[in-house]
Every structure is written in structure tokens, then in C-alpha cells.
């Protein structure tokens, strides 16, 4: 497997103003072209700097990959550094400056001699073009550590420049380079991701030690999302129809050792799946919500198309809201508080009727800090409907006021998942 370091370019990175999802993007999709991400780095606006990154990752990788830094300003200045480390001169390309000056020209403002700047390349690069703005990138391509004008098929290795601005980067990543980086590797990589609830990671991770412990291929790793735990399978092979048939073996492997727990084979979030659910049933959805204040329905309007299963979502923080807005008696609250299973239960059920959905889920509970009607920080009260059947749960989470929210509000998704499978089991389970 080729080895890829990605290299970003930009001040602005190092000091946290700006999020690096460049580097993000790229090691999601180089796996698609059978090329393993094994180092990112972060370098600031310093053409020295730049150049000892350079020359630091040409030493032990394959696919080199800079984002940042060709502009027109003076701090864009990664093509002269990588143009410098090699020897190579840089060249105007006059066809790049037609395109720049087109491009101004298009959008009624003037272009100042700077812009020519994004039309210089180091000598023997392959141009990248920039369907999204002013500033193509380009492609090195090496043979025996010597950079040559040879197919991408024929290089050993690829030092590519790509710019700074997201929607830049990534088209000219999609549409550009990655062909030539396909071409490079006859490796296929594809992973699969399995999503589990209720299962804490430690003990995923238990369940999997002999495939994961010196397994090289397929490799399998767990990590902790948004209150579930992801697993991913990855395996390369030069057949694409042999990697997919030795991945979907790990589909009967996980169902078996996860059960329930486990509620996606597509790597799912939580409220993903859920919605998929509801859809595939033509399910109507509600929810009353108190500690999480919202966080639930904002979890489902966060997917697309939630629009034709979500109806309402209701925050009653207060014990008046809980009376006036779910029907909630006053005696309930009265007698059991309103961090209580029975409040719970009133709320959803309020939910439903108020909404008119065929789902519905309610949380009440004490996200801290402190104690709230006797109640320790962490308690919190589930509840879930679905068609007149009614669940309620107790759970107890930690971790701070923010992670008892998060972890309510997937919890409860969950419970709803799981009453409606109970009740309408799918003829051929999808997962």
C-alpha cells in the first residue's frame, strides 16, 4: 500500500482560527484509491519551514498532498518552497493566465498584477484546474525520486498542490487528482463501519480483541461517536469483488456477538438510522423534551428529509409547560416530582396525543450541576411511545451537564428504535 503524508499549509491553522477539514476531507477519500493516510502535518507560512516538511515527507511517503498557500498575496508561497527544494524552476503557464483574466472579467472586477502569480507552476508539473476559483493547483510526479513528465501509472511517487478554500480543495481533489492517484495504486481499500449502542467502547472493544489483536488485514478499530461506539473494518486486496465479499462476512460476525445493539451496518448515526426507520414504515414522529431542551428534535432535523417524519418537538422546562402544554397532571408532578418515571411517561404520551404521531419520546431528568429535587446530577427518565405501547426507562449518565444532554437525547432515539423493531420486525432485517 502507498503510503500518503498530507501536508497544510497556513498560519491561520496552526493558531485554531481556521478548522483544519482539508486534511479531514483528503484521508476520508485516499482509501478509496487504495492509498493509507500514515501522517498529517501543519506547517505555518514560512517557506523554510515548508521546504523541511516537504523534504521530511518525501523521505518516508508515497502521495504528498499540500493544501494552502497559492494565492495571490504574500504569504502564498508553497509553490516556490516545493519549487525550491527541488531544483525545479517556476513557469507561467499562458493559458492559466487567459482563464484568470476570463475569470475577472466574468465577475465585473478588476485583477491586479498579483493574480499572475497563480499562473506560475514548477517546471514539468501536471496543472490542476480550478473550476471554483482563481487558483489551480498542480501535480508533481516523480520516477526513481526524480521528478520526469510520466504517467501516473508509471510514477513512484506524487507531490500535489492543492488550495486552501474547501469547496476549492475538494473539487479539484474529486475531479483532478484523484484519477491520477487511482491510476497510481492497484490496491483496493474499502472499509465497512459498524454503529453500536449500549455497549460501552471497552467492552467492544473485548468482544473483538481476536480480530483486532495482530490482525493486519482486514484491520479492525473502535472509537466513540456521539453517544455510540463506531467499529471499522478496513481490507485491501487487487479484487474488488474478493474485498467486498471478505467485508460482508464481518455483517453476520457483528449481528451475532452485538445483537440488537448493534443498529447500523452503514456507519450510521444514531438519528440517521432512526429516521431511515421511521420512513421505511411511514411513521409519524413527536417529542416532549426538559433537560435536553430541544436537543433531541434538533438530532433529527439535523437529517435530511426529516421534514416527512418529524412533526413537533416540544421543550417544557418547566413543571407549568409539562401541565399546560402535554396535558401532564399536576397531580403527577405533584406526588413524583418531575425528574420521575411517571412524569416521563405522562409527557410522551402527551406528546402523541397532542401531535397525533405514532412515536413518540420524552426526557426529563437533572443535567446538573447539582441536585434538583433530591435528585443526583446525571438522572434521567426515558420515555418512549409507539401506537399506544408505552416504555420508560432509568439511566444515569456522567461526564458533565453536556454529555448527560447528548447522551439523553441519542438514548432516547434508541428506545424508540428499538419498541418500534420490537413491534414491526422488518422481513429482512436492514441494518
Excluded at 417524519?309 to 409539562?322: D, W
Excluded at 461526564?399 to 422481513?427: H, I, Q, S, Y
Aim: aromatic content about 6%; overall charge neutral; proline content about 4%.
Amino acid at each position: 500500500m502507498k503510503k500518503a503524508e498530507i501536508i497544510s499549509v497556513g498560519t491561520e491553522l496552526l493558531m485554531g482560527q481556521v478548522a483544519n477539514t482539508d486534511a479531514q476531507y483528503i484521508s476520508a477519500k485516499l482509501p478509496e484509491a487504495g492509498i493509507g493516510v500514515f501522517y498529517h502535518t501543519v506547517v505555518g507560512d514560512n517557506p523554510g519551514r515548508v521546504g523541511e516538511a516537504v523534504s521530511r515527507a518525501f523521505g518516508r511517503s508515497d502521495v504528498i498532498i499540500l493544501t494552502g498557500g497559492l494565492g495571490p498575496t504574500q504569504d502564498d508561497l508553497t509553490k516556490k518552497a516545493v519549487a525550491d527544494m527541488f531544483g525545479l524552476e517556476l513557469k507561467r503557464d499562458e493559458e492559466t493566465v487567459r482563464k484568470i483574466e476570463e475569470y475577472f472579467l466574468k465577475i465585473g472586477k478588476k485583477m491586479v498584477p498579483a493574480n499572475l502569480s497563480q499562473a506560475d507552476f514548477p517546471e514539468r508539473s501536471v496543472i490542476l484546474e480550478n473550476s471554483c476559483g482563481t487558483a489551480p493547483g498542480c501535480a508533481i510526479l516523480f520516477k526513481n525520486d526524480v521528478p520526469k513528465a510520466v504517467a501516473p501509472d508509471k510514477a513512484d511517487k506524487i507531490i500535489a498542490l492543492l488550495p486552501g478554500p474547501p469547496r476549492e480543495m475538494q473539487t479539484m481533489f474529486d475531479n483532478e487528482l484523484m484519477p491520477m492517484l487511482k491510476a497510481m495504486s492497484k490496491l483496493v481499500f474499502k472499509s465497512r463501519y459498524y454503529s453500536i449502542i449500549g455497549v460501552p467502547e471497552s467492552e467492544v472493544e473485548k468482544r473483538l480483541i481476536d480480530k483486532i489483536d495482530g490482525c493486519v488485514n482486514p484491520t479492525v478499530a473502535t472509537y466513540v461517536g456521539k453517544g455510540y461506539v463506531s467499529v471499522r473494518v478496513s481490507y485491501s486486496g487487487e479484487d474488488a469483488e474478493e474485498v467486498k465479499k471478505t467485508l460482508r462476512k464481518y455483517d453476520t460476525l457483528m449481528k451475532k456477538r452485538f445483537g440488537d445493539d448493534l443498529f447500523s451496518t452503514r456507519g450510521e448515526s444514531v438519528q440517521e438510522n432512526f429516521l431511515r426507520r421511521m420512513k421505511e414504515r411511514g411513521l409519524s414522529f413527536s417529542c416532549a423534551e426538559s433537560c435536553t431542551g430541544g436537543l433531541v428534535a434538533e438530532l433529527v432535523t439535523s437529517v435530511p428529509g426529516a421534514s416527512s417524519v418529524i412533526r413537533a418537538g416540544i421543550v417544557t422546562y418547566s413543571n407549568l409547560a409539562k401541565i399546560e402544554l402535554l396535558g401532564v397532571p399536576s397531580e403527577t408532578i405533584g406526588a413524583f416530582g418531575a425528574v420521575s418515571a411517571e412524569t416521563a411517561a405522562e409527557m410522551a404520551k402527551g406528546a402523541a396525543m397532542k401531535c397525533c404521531t405514532d412515536v413518540a419520546v420524552s426526557v426529563t431528568g437533572n443535567a446538573g450541576p447539582g441536585v434538583m429535587e433530591g435528585k443526583e446530577q446525571g438522572l434521567v427518565y426515558i420515555a418512549a411511545w409507539y401506537k399506544g405501547e408505552l416504555e420508560v426507562g432509568e439511566f444515569r449518565f456522567g461526564g458533565g451537564r453536556e454529555n448527560v444532554r447528548t447522551r439523553a437525547a441519542v438514548t432516547a432515539l434508541d428506545m424508540a428504535r428499538r419498541l418500534v423493531l420490537r413491534k414491526t420486525p422488518e422481513k429482512k432485517p436492514s441494518i
